[in-house]
């Protein structure tokens, strides 16, 4: 939607947002699932908006997915991350212990995060010096300030996992702080700034996993 200014009939349409949104769905009784993510880029810097040709989802694993929301440069430096996680687990891996190599890996990215753009600009430590130092130092203000922003430390991205093992699909989400969601039982689920809109198109179209993978995809 275009803002018009200082119209002849002085109307100011707003603006709206830029939209993400990733959205799974878990369809043919339990045997697929389906994902879909937007290709719009943010450089949060200029405060840019791109629409590219620049894939959100990855491939994990030979049975398994991942989609990123947020910040994409972030969500595929986990991914990268996680990879050998994953190879080491042998190619007949379920979902859930692939997520879980994911959630490691986000957990790891987001401490690396805070060490060298809060630790070590602050007070000049690393994360584990940190953590030794919260039962042994002296609790100073400079201490007590830097604890608050690690405390409020988002990265700013959120992931999803979606694959088939043992037979069933599987859908899980990662995000702030380094927490893991199944989203099985509710066949469905949605990151990202357009998050509530897809969700409620889910309910009014009354979504279950028995839906048809046709029916789904539509």
């Not at 009784?29 to 405060?47: C, F, H, K, M, W």
């Not at 996680?82 to 986000?106: D, F, H, Q, W």
Request: hydrophobic share 45%; with cysteine.
């Amino acid at each position: 939607v275009l803002e018009r200014e200082n119209s002849t009939f002085g109307v100011v349409l707003p603006k709206i947002p830029p939209m993400t949104i990733a959205v799974g769905a878990i369809c043919d009784e339990g045997r697929s699932v389906v994902v879909a993510a937007d290709q719009l880029v943010t450089i949060p810097n200029l405060n840019l908006h791109i629409e590219g040709t620049l894939s959100k989802i990855v491939t994990v694993s030979s049975h398994a997915v991942g989609v990123i929301t947020g910040n994409i440069a972030d969500g595929s430096e986990i991914f990268a991350m996680a990879k050998p996680r994953i190879e080491a687990l042998g190619g007949n891996s379920t979902v859930e212990r692939i997520a879980e190599c994911i959630r490691l890996s986000y957990e790891e990215f987001k401490k690396q995060r805070m060490e060298r753009t809060i630790l070590r600009p602050y007070i000049g430590i690393d994360f584990s010096t940190f953590q030794q130092m919260i039962t042994m130092a002296p609790q100073t203000s400079v201490f007590q300030q830097v604890a608050i922003e690690i405390s409020k430390h988002n990265l700013g991205v959120d992931l999803f996992i979606a694959g088939v093992s043992d037979g069933a699909s599987h859908l899980f989400g990662i995000g702030h702080p380094g927490e893991t969601w199944r989203y099985d039982i509710y066949g469905c689920a949605a990151l990202g700034a357009g998050m509530s809109y897809s969700i409620s198109r889910f309910a009014i179209a009354k979504h279950s996993l028995n839906d048809s993978l046709i029916v789904t995809l539509h």
